[in-house]
């Protein structure tokens, strides 16, 4: 079996289920991009490790995860760490993989976070960062810079791997979902204006420069936008915007450690009953006792495609869910706590045998597992390997990374590195903590139509591919999943632990959960 890097090729095989949705990108590939960089990350972080967790970071060596894009130095170039470099890597085999990446460099971006705020501003203080306290009208200098420097090139380098290599775009994370629920706080108001035209002007730049691209627009997750108010605004946002015709759909869950759980049936009520015990009402966040139905991602999803289609009847927008982080439901007190999350573990591995295939193309890792959400107060002392060394005072500390569930802020715990930065803590934790296949063949169909396309041809190297997650998973006293096409299962989370998270007593009132939830994820 050959292993998939910069100069190999792809090892990794998705599962599939019998019936797709049709135009899924995800299942009309073969093969997927494994960034060389990722992996010599990981590599470090397995030289390090020992027994079940060495086995399972292992057993993630060839496993594809997204790309962000989070700056301007990462559109050009010939290495794997900007577009250009990838998609001519990805170009170069014999089969060209199928490459995921995170547009996300919007002027002003993640208005309610400091871990992760931009490099492109509406006006920009002396020390170069951006000042969100100012009314910047609209915007127009950032805009000219996301424009010219930002959105133009990328589109022209995919123009030039259009139908050469297939492509798919997550849109601008939190960036809707800000201007939804968080415009009473002067950052993203004073930001709207750049969002609302920068969003509108990527999108359409983007697609048609290559037609073939799928686009998902960032769509948060459940615990964010799954109150009625909060996903209505956000359906009107993109029907204002005129975006929906430019879209494949919505990713949810982006960087986030929501669990993806089971999609509840129409004769399922999780707050008023009938079968309020059904396992698609397990509810680790405690979301339903606030009225919010949105308590899995993939009953979020059901609700928030219902909610596009009733408003825009010609729009039937698919979904990926990020699976990175989000093997263990109920690992933290407060489900508001989105800064390196002590007690996750890594999520189902990329599949498109989802829970509901007419609603969900696949899950992904779309947050590469081990990078940072963000920094502790003081970054870790690059001369010590093991973080414990407190290093400067981080310039883009965020206080939600030094909540009571964040890494760092115990004792006997590293400091935690930038955003986007590999957090070998981290990594080995997620590792400990992976639960990684999905013996649970349970599938949930809607109204929602699909296509059935001709099943995968046995005639591939999943046999190998699974052999090799077998021998990890076996390591790491984990059973392989009853079928042998469930190479990209994970156990699913069916049922709520006794100990399940608790929001504090300001969470009481279901808007300040959710304004508290929508407090932005750090990203890379």
Request: charge should be negative; proline fraction near 6%; include cysteine.
């Amino acid at each position: 079996m050959a292993l998939f890097g910069a100069t190999t090729e792809a090892a990794f095989k998705m599962g599939r289920p019998a019936v797709v949705a049709e135009g899924n990108p995800y299942a009309d590939v073969d093969a997927f991009y494994v960034n060389p960089s990722y992996k010599t990350e990981l590599q470090g972080s397995i030289d390090t490790a020992s027994g079940t967790v060495k086995a399972t970071l292992t057993s993630m060596l060839d496993v594809p995860s997204a790309y962000w894009i989070d700056v301007k130095s990462k559109i050009l170039g010939n290495g794997t760490s900007s577009v250009q470099g990838i998609l001519t890597d990805a170009a170069s085999k014999s089969t060209p993989p199928l490459v995921t990446l995170i547009v996300y460099d919007l002027p002003n971006r993640d208005c309610k976070a400091k871990a992760s705020n931009g490099e492109i501003c509406c006006i920009y203080n002396d020390d170069g960062t951006c000042d969100y306290d100012t009314d910047p009208g609209t915007c127009d200098n950032g805009l000219k810079e996301y424009y010219d420097d930002y959105i133009d090139p990328f589109a022209s380098i995919l123009a030039d791997f259009e139908g050469k290599v297939p492509i798919v775009l997550i849109i601008e994370p939190d960036s809707l979902a800000n201007m939804a629920t968080n415009m009473a706080d002067p950052h993203c108001s004073n930001s709207a204006s750049a969002y609302e035209t920068g969003i509108p002007y990527a999108i359409k730049a983007l697609k048609t420069a290559c037609p073939s691209c799928s686009l998902y627009m960032d769509a948060a997750h459940g615990g964010w936008l799954g109150w009625e108010d909060g996903y209505t605004s956000f359906v009107s946002l993109v029907k204002d915007l005129g975006i929906e015709t430019y879209l494949r759909g919505f990713a949810t869950n982006v960087a986030n450690y929501q669990t993806i759980g089971t999609q509840c049936s129409s004769d399922t009520d999780c707050i008023q009953g009938p079968n309020k015990d059904d396992p698609c009402c397990a509810d680790p966040c405690d979301l339903l006792s606030q009225y919010n139905r949105a308590n899995n991602e993939m009953n979020y999803v059901s609700i928030l495609k219902t909610a596009m289609t009733s408003s825009m009847p010609s729009f039937e927008p698919h979904f990926i869910i990020d699976s990175g982080r989000n093997g263990v439901a109920d690992m933290r007190n407060d489900c508001a706590n989105w800064c390196n999350a002590r007690g996750a573990g890594v999520g189902y591995i990329p599949t498109t045998e989802t829970n509901n295939p007419a609603n969900v193309d696949a899950y992904f890792w779309l947050k590469t597992p081990g990078e940072s959400d963000g920094c502790t107060q003081y970054i870790p002392d690059p001369s010590d390997p093991t973080g414990m060394t407190k290093g400067d005072a981080c310039p883009r500390y965020d206080s939600m990374c030094g909540s009571t569930d964040s890494l760092g802020s115990k004792s006997g715990e590293p400091y935690s590195p930038e955003a986007g930065k590999w957090f070998d803590y981290q990594i080995k934790m997620l590792a400990e903590n992976a639960v990684l296949y999905n013996d649970d063949d349970a599938a949930v169909t809607d109204d929602t139509p699909s296509t059935t396309d001709d099943a995968p041809s046995t005639d591939d190297h999943s046999s190998d591919c699974a052999d090799l997650y077998d021998s990890a998973a076996a390591s790491a006293g984990r059973a392989r999943p009853r079928a042998v096409r469930a190479l990209a299962r994970q156990k699913a989370i069916t049922t709520a632990s006794a100990a399940r998270a608790r929001w504090p007593s300001e969470h009481a009132d279901p808007a300040r959960a959710r304004s508290v939830l929508g407090a932005a994820p750090g990203r890379n």
